[in-house]
Nanobody, 126 residues
């Protein structure tokens, strides 16, 4: 059984930083593509960053450029999202996702099927 648990969200001032974590169980990062998504109130969920089962990362269209970084610790089976220079428009619920198909491209995360975490709230406000 796959389980994804996000943590690290909270309230941060504009210009600040946060690191989100996603503890994964029931899957291996060298087989399944992982990613971060976010959903702001009244908006559709959108892809932020993806990391392939092979190790490369991809940025989805319209996601923040140059401010966010995705990484993973295979020994801890934990996925990370490092967010810097945060803006108010980055406020959203952030979700960790894993493709249900092995050896998937990042595009597969946009269509699914995926495993999802419960989400963690990030609020950027002064």
């Amino acid at each position: 059984q796959v389980n994804l648990v996000e943590s690290g969200g909270g309230l941060v001032q504009p210009g600040g930083s946060l690191r989100l974590s996603c503890a994964a169980s029931g899957l291996s990062f060298d087989t399944y593509t992982m990613g971060w998504f976010r959903q702001a109130p009244g908006k559709e969920r959108e892809g932020v960053l993806c990391i392939l089962w092979s190790g490369g990362s991809r940025r989805y269209p319209d996601s923040p450029e140059g401010r966010f970084t995705i990484s993973q610790d295979n020994a801890k089976n934990t996925l990370y999202l490092e967010m810097n220079s945060l803006k108010t428009e980055d406020s959203a619920v952030y979700y960790c996702a894993a493709s249900q198909r092995r050896f998937s491209p990042c595009a597969r995360l946009l269509t699914g099927p995926n495993y999802w975490g419960q989400g963690t709230q990030v609020t950027v406000s002064s």
